[in-house]
């Protein structure tokens, strides 16, 4: 199992460098000499004065070839340096640091939450297939399915301040114990939700063919006792696997949450960095975002042969 961890830590390398290339490509070659837009933001004709550009650039290290600016981030962020932001003049880092907590707990919390409420629901809906219950669970994860964040979050806090009055507009950052905290929670977990449900649905039934369910049940062993010792640990297994989508899902949405809900993350921050042209910024949150959904892969692949020891002589290569 070291083994097995050491070679994909092994892969993320490579992996990163080259996310990191294609967004660093982007940036050089796409919209535009960021300096130049910034200054173009500004008041007055600041933007007009090239010498005062030229300056910048030069003090910035955008006037150098792209390889050699790629290489240079490269060893500045190994040695944990970002660069400092085009707009602010402040450490990359330093916004990043206070900005991180607040979207790692907000996305903990929905993955806590999600499988708390997808599981339990995904396995009455496939205990119960083609029952009544089930298609309500099933219509209710398409319908939530299909809603996107940056709709549902309006639509559901319009609705709250309509039926509640009296209620406090759920807007800002209080921390995880704060009641603001709920909506855009839930807003942030809906589609997670979702996919679990119909994944838990779809291997429920599976497992519901095997032979040790059916041996279970004609021991006479109650249908809650079933559930949970013969078939909720191999149903777990395909679940683990949808970790690094749902973790996909909980870094896409929190960029539309955070911004409507005022919450101040590495969603609101990356919207920042993209409206100002605040390349260093952009840079950093996708090296964290690629670090994140790739762990959660290699968290997949530890996880799964412990769910499912058939699996770790394959995975193992063996």
Known sequence: MLLFILKRLGIWVPTVILVVLGVYALAFYGAGDPIKLIFMRAPGDVAYDPVRIEAIREQAGLNQPFLQQFANYLFNALRGNFGNSLVSGRSVWSMVAAAAPVS?????????????????????????????????????????????AYVAGPLLMVFLITVLPGAAVPYGWGGIFDARIILPLVVLSFQPIALIIRQTRAAVIE???????????????????????????????????????????????????????????????TVS??????????????????????????????????????????????
């Open 104 to 148: 790692f707990q907000l996305g903990l919390l929905a993955i806590t939450l999600t499988a708390i409420v997808a599981v339990p629901l995904g396995m009455i809906a496939g205990m119960n297939q083609n029952s009544r219950l089930d298609y309500a669970i099933l219509g209710a994860a398409l319908l939530v399915w299909a809603i996107p």
């Open 207 to 269: 497992v519901l063919s095997e032979d040790f369910v059916r041996t279970a049940r004609s021991k006479g062993l109650p249908e809650s006792v079933v559930a949970l010792r013969h078939i909720l640990r191999p149903v777990l297994t395909p679940i683990v696997t949808q970790l690094g989508l749902i973790m996909i899902s909980i870094v896409n949405g929190a960029i539309f949450v955070e911004l409507v809900f005022g919450l101040p993350g590495l969603g609101r921050l």
């Open 273 to 318: 960095a993209l409206t100002g042209s605040d390349y260093p910024i952009i840079l950093a949150i996708t090296v964290i975002g690629s670090f994140l959904v790739m762990a959660s892969n290699l968290l997949v692949d530890v996880l799964y042969p412990i769910l499912d020891p058939r699996a770790a002589d394959t995975r193992s290569g063996r």
